[in-house]
Protein backbone atom coordinates (compact mmCIF):
# COMPACT_ATOMS: atom_id res chain seq x y z
CA UNK A 1 0.00 0.00 0.00
CA UNK A 2 2.62 2.41 0.71
CA UNK A 3 4.87 1.84 -1.99
CA UNK A 4 2.03 2.37 -4.20
CA UNK A 5 1.48 5.17 -2.47
CA UNK A 6 5.28 6.63 -2.82
CA UNK A 7 4.73 5.05 -6.65
CA UNK A 8 1.85 7.38 -7.45
CA UNK A 9 3.79 10.70 -5.48
CA UNK A 10 6.37 11.18 -8.95
CA UNK A 11 7.40 14.23 -10.56
CA UNK A 12 5.80 13.19 -13.63
CA UNK A 13 2.37 13.27 -12.12
CA UNK A 14 3.60 16.87 -10.29
CA UNK A 15 4.61 18.12 -14.15
CA UNK A 16 1.13 17.10 -15.53
CA UNK A 17 -0.49 20.88 -15.31
CA UNK A 18 1.25 23.79 -16.72
CA UNK A 19 -1.49 25.85 -14.29
CA UNK A 20 0.20 24.42 -10.85
CA UNK A 21 3.63 23.92 -11.27
CA UNK A 22 4.43 25.89 -14.40
CA UNK A 23 7.74 25.91 -13.72
CA UNK A 24 8.70 22.43 -14.06
CA UNK A 25 7.59 22.44 -17.92
CA UNK A 26 8.84 25.54 -18.91
CA UNK A 27 12.04 24.64 -17.61
CA UNK A 28 13.31 21.00 -18.46
CA UNK A 29 16.87 21.20 -16.24
CA UNK A 30 14.58 21.44 -13.08
CA UNK A 31 14.34 17.71 -13.23
CA UNK A 32 14.57 17.09 -9.68
CA UNK A 33 15.14 14.19 -8.56
CA UNK A 34 12.29 12.24 -6.95
CA UNK A 35 14.03 11.38 -3.74
CA UNK A 36 14.78 15.01 -3.05
CA UNK A 37 10.64 16.44 -4.63
CA UNK A 38 9.44 13.59 -1.71
CA UNK A 39 11.89 15.11 0.87
CA UNK A 40 10.93 19.07 -0.45
CA UNK A 41 7.11 18.24 -0.01
CA UNK A 42 7.64 16.19 3.62
CA UNK A 43 9.63 19.55 4.97
CA UNK A 44 7.34 22.07 3.17
CA UNK A 45 4.52 23.46 6.28
CA UNK A 46 1.32 21.54 6.86
CA UNK A 47 0.86 20.04 3.68
CA UNK A 48 -1.17 17.47 2.83
CA UNK A 49 -1.97 15.97 -1.07
CA UNK A 50 -5.28 14.21 -1.80
CA UNK A 51 -6.62 12.65 -4.51
CA UNK A 52 -9.28 13.68 -6.51
CA UNK A 53 -11.50 10.45 -6.19
CA UNK A 54 -14.60 11.58 -4.12
CA UNK A 55 -15.92 10.46 -1.81
CA UNK A 56 -12.78 8.91 -0.98
CA UNK A 57 -9.83 11.61 -1.20
CA UNK A 58 -6.99 9.07 -0.72
CA UNK A 59 -4.22 10.57 1.20
CA UNK A 60 -1.22 10.35 -1.46
CA UNK A 61 1.87 12.15 0.68
CA UNK A 62 1.83 14.57 4.00
CA UNK A 63 4.58 16.88 5.47
CA UNK A 64 6.21 16.55 8.95
CA UNK A 65 4.66 19.65 9.96
CA UNK A 66 1.54 18.82 8.79
CA UNK A 67 2.13 15.41 10.87
CA UNK A 68 3.08 17.22 13.85
CA UNK A 69 0.45 19.22 14.35
CA UNK A 70 -2.45 16.92 13.90
CA UNK A 71 -0.31 14.10 15.72
CA UNK A 72 -1.15 11.21 13.36
CA UNK A 73 1.65 9.29 11.88
CA UNK A 74 2.92 8.99 8.08
CA UNK A 75 2.78 4.99 7.84
CA UNK A 76 -0.92 5.24 9.34
CA UNK A 77 -2.39 7.67 7.22
CA UNK A 78 -0.84 7.23 3.91
CA UNK A 79 -2.95 5.27 1.68
CA UNK A 80 -6.15 6.12 3.89
CA UNK A 81 -9.10 8.18 2.96
CA UNK A 82 -8.72 11.63 4.21
CA UNK A 83 -12.00 11.55 5.98
CA UNK A 84 -11.21 7.98 7.37
CA UNK A 85 -8.50 10.53 9.58
CA UNK A 86 -10.08 13.30 10.22
CA UNK A 87 -13.87 12.90 10.70
CA UNK A 88 -15.88 15.25 9.36
CA UNK A 89 -18.32 13.78 12.72
CA UNK A 90 -19.60 17.53 14.45
CA UNK A 91 -19.73 19.13 10.59
CA UNK A 92 -22.83 21.84 10.21
CA UNK A 93 -24.36 20.66 7.38
CA UNK A 94 -24.84 24.68 6.33
CA UNK A 95 -21.25 25.14 6.93
CA UNK A 96 -19.80 26.06 3.33
CA UNK A 97 -16.20 25.40 4.47
CA UNK A 98 -16.14 21.67 5.42
CA UNK A 99 -13.45 20.15 4.07
CA UNK A 100 -15.20 17.36 2.30
CA UNK A 101 -17.15 20.27 0.56
CA UNK A 102 -14.19 22.68 0.11
CA UNK A 103 -12.60 19.91 -1.50
CA UNK A 104 -15.37 18.54 -3.50
CA UNK A 105 -15.89 22.70 -4.68
CA UNK A 106 -11.92 22.28 -5.71
CA UNK A 107 -13.18 19.46 -8.11
CA UNK A 108 -15.89 21.63 -9.69
CA UNK A 109 -14.79 24.75 -9.94
CA UNK A 110 -11.39 24.05 -11.22
CA UNK A 111 -9.98 26.42 -8.72
CA UNK A 112 -7.67 26.86 -5.75
CA UNK A 113 -9.93 28.00 -2.75
CA UNK A 114 -8.74 29.49 0.89
CA UNK A 115 -10.74 29.07 3.83
CA UNK A 116 -9.10 31.87 5.87
CA UNK A 117 -10.54 30.03 9.18
CA UNK A 118 -11.91 27.21 10.14
CA UNK A 119 -12.47 24.97 13.39
CA UNK A 120 -11.50 21.06 13.29
CA UNK A 121 -10.34 20.27 17.28
CA UNK A 122 -7.73 17.64 17.41
CA UNK A 123 -7.85 14.61 20.04
CA UNK A 124 -5.01 15.20 22.57
CA UNK A 125 -3.70 11.85 23.53
CA UNK A 126 -2.69 13.09 26.89
CA UNK A 127 -5.76 14.47 28.23
CA UNK A 128 -7.87 11.98 25.95
CA UNK A 129 -10.24 14.95 24.89
CA UNK A 130 -10.68 16.96 22.06
CA UNK A 131 -8.95 20.33 21.92
CA UNK A 132 -10.43 23.35 19.88
CA UNK A 133 -8.09 23.97 17.14
CA UNK A 134 -8.52 27.21 14.48
CA UNK A 135 -6.73 26.62 11.05
CA UNK A 136 -6.44 28.62 7.94
CA UNK A 137 -5.94 26.49 4.49
CA UNK A 138 -5.67 26.74 0.85
CA UNK A 139 -6.72 24.33 -1.44
CA UNK A 140 -4.84 24.34 -5.04
CA UNK A 141 -6.14 21.80 -7.33
CA UNK A 142 -3.43 19.73 -9.38
CA UNK A 143 -4.68 19.29 -12.65
CA UNK A 144 -3.89 16.02 -15.11
CA UNK A 145 -3.43 16.14 -18.73
CA UNK A 146 -6.89 16.65 -19.82
CA UNK A 147 -7.01 19.48 -17.00
CA UNK A 148 -9.08 17.44 -14.86
CA UNK A 149 -8.52 17.82 -11.27
CA UNK A 150 -6.87 14.88 -10.41
CA UNK A 151 -5.00 15.88 -7.15
CA UNK A 152 -5.46 18.51 -3.93
CA UNK A 153 -2.65 20.07 -2.64
CA UNK A 154 -4.13 20.83 1.30
CA UNK A 155 -2.10 23.42 2.73
CA UNK A 156 -2.92 24.46 7.25
CA UNK A 157 -1.59 26.94 8.91
CA UNK A 158 -2.57 26.55 12.72
CA UNK A 159 -3.54 30.14 13.69
CA UNK A 160 -5.17 28.69 16.96
CA UNK A 161 -2.99 30.99 19.04
CA UNK A 162 -4.22 34.35 16.88
CA UNK A 163 -7.94 33.33 17.53
CA UNK A 164 -7.26 32.75 21.04
CA UNK A 165 -5.86 36.27 21.20
CA UNK A 166 -8.84 37.73 19.30
CA UNK A 167 -11.06 36.19 21.14
CA UNK A 168 -9.72 37.27 24.75
CA UNK A 169 -8.94 40.82 22.96
CA UNK A 170 -13.03 41.03 21.83
CA UNK A 171 -13.83 39.48 25.92
CA UNK A 172 -11.93 41.95 27.52
CA UNK A 173 -13.62 44.54 25.01
CA UNK A 174 -17.38 43.09 25.89
CA UNK A 175 -16.10 43.46 29.58
CA UNK A 176 -15.19 47.37 29.07
CA UNK A 177 -18.23 47.75 27.13
CA UNK A 178 -20.55 46.17 29.53
CA UNK A 179 -19.12 48.02 32.54
CA UNK A 180 -19.43 51.20 30.41
CA UNK A 181 -22.88 50.72 30.08
CA UNK A 182 -23.69 49.58 33.87
CA UNK A 183 -22.12 52.76 34.81
CA UNK A 184 -23.37 55.30 31.89
CA UNK A 185 -19.95 55.63 30.84
CA UNK A 186 -19.79 56.65 26.69
CA UNK A 187 -16.62 55.55 25.35
CA UNK A 188 -15.50 57.96 22.41
CA UNK A 189 -12.14 57.61 19.90
CA UNK A 190 -11.10 60.56 17.32
CA UNK A 191 -8.63 60.36 14.88
CA UNK A 192 -7.15 63.35 13.82
CA UNK A 193 -6.24 62.92 10.73
CA UNK A 194 -8.78 61.18 9.67
CA UNK A 195 -11.25 63.43 11.20
CA UNK A 196 -12.94 60.13 12.23
CA UNK A 197 -15.09 60.03 15.46
CA UNK A 198 -16.23 56.66 16.61
CA UNK A 199 -18.43 56.43 20.17
CA UNK A 200 -20.06 53.53 22.67
CA UNK A 201 -23.88 53.88 22.06
CA UNK A 202 -24.16 55.27 25.29
CA UNK A 203 -22.89 58.63 24.06
CA UNK A 204 -26.23 59.51 21.97
CA UNK A 205 -28.06 59.22 25.37
CA UNK A 206 -25.67 61.31 26.64
CA UNK A 207 -26.17 64.05 24.37
CA UNK A 208 -29.95 63.11 24.55
CA UNK A 209 -30.63 61.74 21.30
CA UNK A 210 -32.09 57.96 20.56
CA UNK A 211 -29.55 55.14 21.06
CA UNK A 212 -29.59 54.03 17.27
CA UNK A 213 -28.69 58.11 16.35
CA UNK A 214 -26.12 58.53 14.28
CA UNK A 215 -24.14 61.43 15.33
CA UNK A 216 -20.97 63.12 13.59
CA UNK A 217 -18.65 65.03 15.32
CA UNK A 218 -19.79 68.26 13.89
CA UNK A 219 -23.39 67.62 15.31
CA UNK A 220 -21.88 66.76 19.00
CA UNK A 221 -19.45 69.78 19.27
CA UNK A 222 -22.89 71.60 17.87
CA UNK A 223 -24.08 70.41 21.40
CA UNK A 224 -21.31 71.96 23.61
CA UNK A 225 -21.54 75.63 24.55
CA UNK A 226 -19.03 77.51 22.61
CA UNK A 227 -16.96 78.84 25.75
CA UNK A 228 -16.55 75.31 26.71
CA UNK A 229 -16.08 74.55 23.28
CA UNK A 230 -12.83 76.33 23.04
CA UNK A 231 -11.66 74.99 26.59
CA UNK A 232 -11.42 71.47 25.50
CA UNK A 233 -9.39 72.47 22.71
CA UNK A 234 -7.36 74.71 24.73
CA UNK A 235 -6.85 72.53 27.89
CA UNK A 236 -6.78 68.84 26.20
CA UNK A 237 -3.90 69.89 24.11
CA UNK A 238 -1.56 71.14 27.33
CA UNK A 239 -3.07 68.88 29.89
CA UNK A 240 -1.95 65.83 27.53
CA UNK A 241 1.62 67.65 26.38
CA UNK A 242 2.25 68.29 30.81
CA UNK A 243 0.69 65.32 32.22
CA UNK A 244 -0.60 62.83 29.51
CA UNK A 245 -4.22 63.27 30.39
CA UNK A 246 -7.11 65.46 30.47
CA UNK A 247 -9.98 65.73 31.99
CA UNK A 248 -13.33 68.83 32.11
CA UNK A 249 -16.71 69.33 33.05
CA UNK A 250 -18.70 71.13 29.79
CA UNK A 251 -22.13 72.08 29.47
CA UNK A 252 -24.20 70.52 26.58
CA UNK A 253 -27.64 71.29 25.16
CA UNK A 254 -29.69 68.78 24.42
CA UNK A 255 -31.80 68.80 21.21
CA UNK A 256 -34.75 69.44 23.95
CA UNK A 257 -32.46 72.90 24.70
CA UNK A 258 -31.91 71.83 27.85
CA UNK A 259 -29.05 71.91 29.86
CA UNK A 260 -27.28 68.97 30.68
CA UNK A 261 -23.52 68.64 32.48
CA UNK A 262 -21.21 65.84 31.34
CA UNK A 263 -17.47 64.94 31.88
CA UNK A 264 -15.04 64.08 29.64
CA UNK A 265 -11.75 62.30 30.36
CA UNK A 266 -9.35 61.18 27.90
CA UNK A 267 -5.93 61.54 26.58
CA UNK A 268 -4.30 62.45 23.62
CA UNK A 269 -1.76 60.50 21.41
CA UNK A 270 1.08 62.39 19.97
CA UNK A 271 3.22 61.24 17.41
CA UNK A 272 7.23 61.62 17.19
CA UNK A 273 7.08 65.44 15.94
CA UNK A 274 4.36 66.07 18.89
CA UNK A 275 1.40 66.55 16.52
CA UNK A 276 -1.71 65.37 17.78
CA UNK A 277 -2.77 62.18 16.19
CA UNK A 278 -5.58 60.83 18.22
CA UNK A 279 -7.91 61.82 20.87
CA UNK A 280 -9.72 59.17 23.16
CA UNK A 281 -11.63 58.75 26.51
CA UNK A 282 -14.56 58.45 28.20
CA UNK A 283 -17.70 60.63 28.61
CA UNK A 284 -19.87 60.78 31.32
CA UNK A 285 -23.66 62.20 32.29
CA UNK A 286 -23.00 64.71 35.94
CA UNK A 287 -25.95 66.64 35.44
CA UNK A 288 -27.71 65.15 38.80
CA UNK A 289 -24.23 66.09 40.67
CA UNK A 290 -23.65 69.53 39.27
CA UNK A 291 -27.06 70.37 40.40
CA UNK A 292 -26.70 69.05 43.45
CA UNK A 293 -23.30 71.47 43.44
CA UNK A 294 -25.29 74.29 42.08
CA UNK A 295 -27.50 74.04 44.88
CA UNK A 296 -24.80 74.18 47.74
CA UNK A 297 -23.17 77.30 45.81
CA UNK A 298 -26.71 78.70 46.36
CA UNK A 299 -27.24 77.96 49.48
CA UNK A 300 -23.51 79.25 50.41
CA UNK A 301 -24.22 82.26 48.49
CA UNK A 302 -28.12 82.97 50.07
CA UNK A 303 -26.27 82.40 53.81
CA UNK A 304 -23.26 84.50 53.15
CA UNK A 305 -25.52 87.27 52.17
CA UNK A 306 -28.09 87.03 54.89
CA UNK A 307 -24.84 87.60 57.42
CA UNK A 308 -24.12 90.23 55.58
CA UNK A 309 -26.52 92.41 56.90
CA UNK A 310 -26.26 91.85 60.59
CA UNK A 311 -22.58 92.58 60.01
CA UNK A 312 -22.95 95.54 58.44
CA UNK A 313 -24.81 96.38 61.75
CA UNK A 314 -22.41 95.23 64.31
CA UNK A 315 -19.93 97.28 62.67
CA UNK A 316 -21.36 100.07 62.52
CA UNK A 317 -22.44 99.69 66.08
CA UNK A 318 -18.81 99.05 66.91
CA UNK A 319 -17.58 102.34 65.27
CA UNK A 320 -20.13 104.47 66.74
CA UNK A 321 -19.24 103.05 69.88
CA UNK A 322 -15.69 103.42 69.39
CA UNK A 323 -16.25 107.56 68.68
CA UNK A 324 -18.70 107.75 71.62
CA UNK A 325 -15.86 105.85 74.12
CA UNK A 326 -12.64 107.76 72.34
CA UNK A 327 -10.47 109.34 75.16
CA UNK A 328 -11.93 107.20 77.99
CA UNK A 329 -9.95 106.86 80.52
CA UNK A 330 -10.19 102.91 80.64
CA UNK A 331 -7.55 101.37 78.46
CA UNK A 332 -9.41 98.09 78.43
CA UNK A 333 -12.76 99.50 76.37
CA UNK A 334 -10.34 101.24 73.55
CA UNK A 335 -8.13 97.77 73.19
CA UNK A 336 -11.72 95.94 73.36
CA UNK A 337 -13.55 97.60 70.98
CA UNK A 338 -10.20 97.95 68.31
CA UNK A 339 -10.16 93.89 68.25
CA UNK A 340 -13.60 93.29 67.82
CA UNK A 341 -13.64 95.83 64.55
CA UNK A 342 -11.03 93.76 63.24
CA UNK A 343 -12.53 90.09 63.79
CA UNK A 344 -15.84 91.69 62.57
CA UNK A 345 -13.22 92.61 59.44
CA UNK A 346 -11.96 88.90 59.25
CA UNK A 347 -15.40 87.73 59.18
CA UNK A 348 -16.43 90.29 56.04
CA UNK A 349 -13.55 89.29 54.00
CA UNK A 350 -14.49 85.81 54.65
CA UNK A 351 -18.06 86.14 53.67
CA UNK A 352 -17.16 88.15 50.80
CA UNK A 353 -14.73 85.46 49.72
CA UNK A 354 -17.76 83.01 49.95
CA UNK A 355 -19.85 85.40 48.12
CA UNK A 356 -17.09 85.50 45.36
CA UNK A 357 -17.07 81.85 45.25
CA UNK A 358 -20.85 81.71 44.35
CA UNK A 359 -20.37 84.32 41.36
CA UNK A 360 -17.60 82.33 39.78
CA UNK A 361 -21.20 80.08 38.78
CA UNK A 362 -20.78 80.55 34.67
CA UNK A 363 -22.26 83.15 33.12
CA UNK A 364 -22.16 85.04 37.13
CA UNK A 365 -18.71 86.66 37.21
CA UNK A 366 -18.82 89.21 35.22
CA UNK A 367 -15.60 91.44 34.18
CA UNK A 368 -15.57 95.57 34.72
CA UNK A 369 -12.89 96.39 32.07
CA UNK A 370 -11.38 99.06 32.51
CA UNK A 371 -8.26 100.96 31.31
CA UNK A 372 -5.53 101.46 34.41
CA UNK A 373 -1.63 101.52 35.61
CA UNK A 374 -1.14 97.81 37.33
CA UNK A 375 1.65 99.72 39.85
CA UNK A 376 -0.48 102.53 40.66
CA UNK A 377 -3.25 99.45 41.76
CA UNK A 378 -0.24 97.42 43.30
CA UNK A 379 0.79 100.63 45.47
CA UNK A 380 -2.94 100.87 46.70
CA UNK A 381 -2.93 97.38 47.32
CA UNK A 382 0.56 97.56 49.74
CA UNK A 383 -1.14 100.72 51.46
CA UNK A 384 -3.93 98.70 52.60
CA UNK A 385 -2.11 95.09 52.94
CA UNK A 386 0.42 97.35 55.48
CA UNK A 387 -2.37 98.86 56.69
CA UNK A 388 -3.71 95.47 57.59
CA UNK A 389 -0.91 93.93 59.17
CA UNK A 390 2.39 95.27 60.41
CA UNK A 391 4.17 92.49 60.90
CA UNK A 392 5.66 91.65 57.71
CA UNK A 393 7.77 94.02 55.64
CA UNK A 394 6.18 94.53 52.32
CA UNK A 395 7.89 96.08 49.49
CA UNK A 396 7.11 96.97 45.90
CA UNK A 397 9.98 96.86 43.05
CA UNK A 398 7.49 98.70 40.35
CA UNK A 399 8.99 97.80 36.76
CA UNK A 400 7.56 100.88 34.17
CA UNK A 401 4.51 102.27 33.70
CA UNK A 402 1.95 99.58 32.40
CA UNK A 403 -1.56 99.60 31.16
CA UNK A 404 -3.99 97.36 31.16
CA UNK A 405 -7.36 96.52 30.23
CA UNK A 406 -8.72 94.30 33.03
CA UNK A 407 -11.41 94.45 36.06
CA UNK A 408 -9.80 96.81 38.58
CA UNK A 409 -11.17 95.98 41.50
CA UNK A 410 -10.80 91.99 40.59
CA UNK A 411 -6.78 92.32 39.59
CA UNK A 412 -6.89 94.03 42.88
CA UNK A 413 -8.48 91.05 44.94
CA UNK A 414 -5.70 89.07 43.11
CA UNK A 415 -2.72 91.01 44.65
CA UNK A 416 -4.01 91.29 48.12
CA UNK A 417 -5.09 87.55 48.53
CA UNK A 418 -1.36 86.92 47.33
CA UNK A 419 -0.12 89.58 49.94
CA UNK A 420 -2.10 87.89 52.44
CA UNK A 421 -1.17 84.25 51.86
CA UNK A 422 2.59 85.70 51.76
CA UNK A 423 1.77 86.70 55.32
CA UNK A 424 0.22 84.04 56.21
CA UNK A 425 2.69 81.57 55.49
CA UNK A 426 5.78 82.90 56.50
CA UNK A 427 7.62 84.16 59.39
CA UNK A 428 6.75 87.24 61.32
CA UNK A 429 9.64 90.18 60.28
CA UNK A 430 10.65 88.51 56.89
CA UNK A 431 9.66 89.97 53.62
CA UNK A 432 7.16 90.07 51.27
CA UNK A 433 8.74 91.59 47.62
CA UNK A 434 6.27 92.71 44.82
CA UNK A 435 8.00 92.95 41.15
CA UNK A 436 6.10 93.73 38.29
CA UNK A 437 7.48 93.30 34.54
CA UNK A 438 6.50 94.34 31.13
CA UNK A 439 6.80 91.05 28.65
CA UNK A 440 6.59 91.39 24.89
CA UNK A 441 2.75 90.65 24.90
CA UNK A 442 1.42 90.89 28.49
CA UNK A 443 2.60 91.98 32.44
CA UNK A 444 3.51 90.04 34.92
CA UNK A 445 3.61 90.45 38.13
CA UNK A 446 5.25 88.70 41.38
CA UNK A 447 5.00 87.96 44.84
CA UNK A 448 7.83 86.52 46.75
CA UNK A 449 7.69 85.31 50.24
CA UNK A 450 10.21 83.50 52.63
CA UNK A 451 8.16 81.58 54.28
CA UNK A 452 7.28 77.90 54.40
CA UNK A 453 6.95 77.17 50.99
CA UNK A 454 4.81 73.99 48.87
CA UNK A 455 5.65 70.74 47.86
CA UNK A 456 6.22 70.21 44.31
CA UNK A 457 2.90 67.76 44.08
CA UNK A 458 0.91 70.21 45.45
CA UNK A 459 2.04 73.27 43.21
CA UNK A 460 -1.46 72.96 41.12
CA UNK A 461 -3.32 71.73 43.82
CA UNK A 462 -3.32 74.26 45.49
CA UNK A 463 -4.97 76.51 42.75
CA UNK A 464 -7.81 74.29 43.46
CA UNK A 465 -11.42 75.03 45.09
CA UNK A 466 -10.92 74.06 48.79
CA UNK A 467 -7.35 72.07 48.75
CA UNK A 468 -5.10 73.46 51.57
CA UNK A 469 -1.66 71.54 51.59
CA UNK A 470 -1.37 68.63 54.66
CA UNK A 471 0.72 70.11 56.14
CA UNK A 472 1.51 70.46 60.43
CA UNK A 473 2.66 73.75 59.77
CA UNK A 474 -0.50 75.32 58.26
CA UNK A 475 -2.72 73.34 61.29
CA UNK A 476 -3.42 76.30 63.16
CA UNK A 477 -3.52 78.85 60.20
CA UNK A 478 -6.93 79.24 59.33
CA UNK A 479 -8.42 79.37 55.72
CA UNK A 480 -10.13 77.73 53.48
CA UNK A 481 -8.68 76.83 50.56
CA UNK A 482 -10.75 79.36 48.47
CA UNK A 483 -8.47 82.35 48.01
CA UNK A 484 -5.91 80.82 45.15
CA UNK A 485 -9.00 79.44 43.66
CA UNK A 486 -10.71 82.91 43.16
CA UNK A 487 -7.12 84.16 42.19
CA UNK A 488 -6.99 82.00 39.71
CA UNK A 489 -10.63 81.84 38.06
CA UNK A 490 -10.38 85.63 38.27
CA UNK A 491 -7.00 85.70 35.59
CA UNK A 492 -7.57 83.14 33.70
CA UNK A 493 -11.43 85.28 32.91
CA UNK A 494 -8.71 87.72 32.25
CA UNK A 495 -6.95 85.07 29.60
CA UNK A 496 -4.15 85.42 31.71
CA UNK A 497 -2.26 83.07 33.39
CA UNK A 498 -1.29 82.25 36.85
CA UNK A 499 1.37 79.81 38.58
CA UNK A 500 3.67 79.39 41.45
CA UNK A 501 7.47 78.78 42.23
CA UNK A 502 8.31 77.27 45.48
CA UNK A 503 10.23 74.60 47.45
CA UNK A 504 9.58 73.33 51.00
CA UNK A 505 11.37 75.67 52.91
CA UNK A 506 12.37 78.21 50.94
CA UNK A 507 9.95 80.25 50.17
CA UNK A 508 7.22 80.75 47.72
CA UNK A 509 6.70 83.23 44.68
CA UNK A 510 3.35 83.44 43.15
CA UNK A 511 3.07 85.08 39.33
CA UNK A 512 -0.28 86.33 36.97
CA UNK A 513 0.50 87.22 34.03
CA UNK A 514 -2.60 89.43 31.91
CA UNK A 515 -2.87 89.81 28.47
CA UNK A 516 -1.82 93.26 27.27
CA UNK A 517 -4.19 93.22 24.08
P1 LIG B 1 -6.17 79.31 52.33
O1 LIG B 1 -4.96 80.14 52.50
O2 LIG B 1 -7.40 79.94 52.84
O3 LIG B 1 -5.99 77.92 52.79
P2 LIG B 1 -5.66 79.60 49.48
O4 LIG B 1 -6.49 79.17 48.34
O5 LIG B 1 -5.27 81.02 49.52
O6 LIG B 1 -6.46 79.17 50.76
O7 LIG B 1 -4.35 78.71 49.50
C1 LIG B 1 -4.47 77.32 49.31
C2 LIG B 1 -3.30 76.61 49.95
O8 LIG B 1 -2.09 76.95 49.27
C3 LIG B 1 -3.02 77.00 51.38
O9 LIG B 1 -3.82 76.26 52.27
C4 LIG B 1 -1.56 76.69 51.54
O10 LIG B 1 -1.39 75.32 51.77
C5 LIG B 1 -1.00 76.99 50.16
N1 LIG B 1 -0.39 78.35 50.06
C6 LIG B 1 -0.95 79.42 49.49
N2 LIG B 1 -0.11 80.48 49.51
C7 LIG B 1 1.02 80.03 50.09
C8 LIG B 1 2.29 80.65 50.40
N3 LIG B 1 2.55 81.92 50.11
N4 LIG B 1 3.22 79.86 51.01
C9 LIG B 1 2.98 78.57 51.30
N5 LIG B 1 1.81 77.96 51.05
C10 LIG B 1 0.84 78.67 50.45
Known amino acids: MHRQVHHSFSIKKFTLTAVSLPIMIDNPSNNLPEGLFKVLFEK ?40 EVFPDTNDDPDDANTARKVFTKVIETNEKIDVPVYRYDLFDPKTKSRNPHYWSCSNTPIFDANNNVAYILNTVVDISGEVKAKEVAIESENRLLLAADATGLAIWDLDIPEIRFTYSPQLTGIFGH ?38 YEVRI ?19 PKKEPVRMLGTLVDITESKRDEIRKNDFIAMASHELKTPLTSLKAYIQLLAAKLA ?45 FDINKLIEETVAESRVLSNTHIIRFVPGKVMNVNADREKISQVIGNFISNGIKYSY ?56 LYLSSEIIQRHKGKVWVKSAEGKGSTFYFSLPLS
Open 44 to 83: SPGSILVKADPPRFTILAVSDAYLEITSVNREDILGKGFF
Open 210 to 247: PVETNLTLGEISGQVYPEDMQNIVRKAYFESLVSGYFG
Open 253 to 271: FWPDRSLHWVRVMGKILFN
Open 327 to 371: GSSDPFIGNALSKANNQVNKMTALIHSFLDLSKLEPGKLQLKRQV
Open 428 to 483: KGSTITIHTDALDDSIQVAVKDEGIGIKLKDHEKIFQRFYRADEDDIKNISGFGIG
